[in-house]
């Protein structure tokens, strides 16, 4: 079976290669290439197998604007997977996406197991429709594959002038975290993602109710590095750096977000797993589900002040966040967004992280289906 790895959370990637005069991100085992190189090579292996190009092209342009805005971790990393997910039929390369209206402000949204960027889109962008109408909205979606980074949707509906609040589980053979006190995974890293329009770049935040999710424990197993302290327990409940002790086999576990204070985060870990499965009539211990639970609330902030006055009081808000005199070990206050938006310009000059491991596996599907992906990555 493939590895189960349905986390939907994020968290910004920061290496450094050692050729690089700047802080420029990668590591010894990882190139950079330009994000439109990548994009021709991803969509390129998606329709030679036989995806619609729209379908290609949109689930290619959101991993790569993952990696553009530093979440490697549900970035170009995902490009093998996704395209094993098609190969083994898993994925549905043609799926058709429908909604329900279930209420006057809310709806289902049957993503029929195809690309769960596409289905994702396709939800949040009904939860706009239906807040524009009636100020508030509440979407769920069914069926749907992997959401990639979960900021990206709520980022949509505020750059429509919506505030919005997402929730992403996964099923039971996703559940890698633990229950706080437990030793045996019983959650998925089950992130929450919001969302706020404001003058200039919308306020994101999009964060594993983990420690950290399991994308980015991937990332550092395939760059041959340790994880830091606290993230992962081994298959007996011991604490450990070892990435390959949480895979197994036996799998251990990842530890809910909180530290000492875990209980916390198993707490908001709960409640994403209510509203992505209870909510949808869906047992969290179903064995025939696959992919994510996505819930979507969206407000239109004018249904209670004017959009401009709304977003003028936002940006007052973020600078007297940022005014904040910075404690020792740290330059400036940074709210939530402002880095990743920070990464995605640097990024579009220097280059997106390929790990070597991504590449090499992109390399060889392409040379299965007659294509040259080597020649189409192309480095600055």
Not at 41 to 66: E, F, N, Q, R, W
Request: aromatic share 6%; hydrophobic share 40%; charged share 20%.
């Amino acid at each position: 079976m493939r590895e189960a790895c349905l986390d939907s959370s994020c968290f910004p990637i920061t290496l450094t290669v050692s050729n690089a005069n700047s802080d420029r991100e990668a590591s010894n085992m990882s190139r950079l290439f330009t994000s439109d190189s990548v994009t021709e090579a991803g969509i390129a292996l998606y329709t030679a197998a036989g995806v619609p190009g729209d379908l290609a092209k949109s689930a290619i342009d959101s991993l790569v604007m993952s990696s553009l805005m530093g979440h490697d971790s549900h970035g170009v990393i995902r490009i093998p997977e996704y395209l094993g997910f098609v190969q083994d039929g898993s994925l549905d390369k043609n799926a058709e996406v429908s909604i329900e209206s279930t209420g006057p402000t809310t709806a289902v949204v049957d993503c029929g197991q195809g690309f769960g960027s596409v289905g994702a889109e396709k939800a949040i962008q009904a939860g706009i429709d239906i807040a524009s109408q009636h100020g508030t909205a509440c979407v769920v979606t069914r069926r749907c594959n992997h959401v990639g980074r979960l900021g990206a949707w709520v980022q949509l509906a505020a750059d429509s002038g919506m505030i919005a609040l997402a929730t992403c589980n996964s099923p039971i053979y996703g559940h890698f975290v633990l229950p706080f006190g437990g030793r045996e995974g019983r959650l998925a890293t089950n992130p929450i993602a919001y969302a706020v329009p404001t003058g200039g770049d919308p306020l994101v935040s999009d964060f594993s109710t983990s420690v950290a999710p399991e994308g980015k424990i991937r990332f550092y197993r395939n760059q041959g590095e340790d994880v830091p302290d606290g993230w992962i327990l081994d298959s007996d409940g011991n604490g450990t750096n070892d990435p390959n002790q949480f895979y197994g086999p036996p799998r251990g576990g990842i530890l809910p977000l909180g530290g000492h204070a875990g209980h916390k985060g198993f707490a908001l870990s709960l409640l994403v797993e209510i509203l992505g499965s209870v909510l949808s009539g869906i047992s969290s211990k179903d064995t025939e589900v696959f992919g994510n639970g996505v819930c979507f609330i969206v407000i239109d902030p004018s249904t209670f002040c004017p959009l401009d006055r709304f977003r003028s009081l936002m940006d007052e808000t973020i600078e007297y966040m940022k005014s904040s005199a910075p404690a020792p070990g740290f330059d400036e206050v940074l709210v939530p967004g402002e880095l990743e938006f920070r990464t995605m310009r640097r990024r579009l000059k220097e280059g997106i992280v390929v790990d070597e491991a991504t590449r090499t596996a992109m390399i060889d599907e392409g040379e299965k289906l007659g294509i040259d992906i080597a020649s189409l990555l192309k480095s600055l």
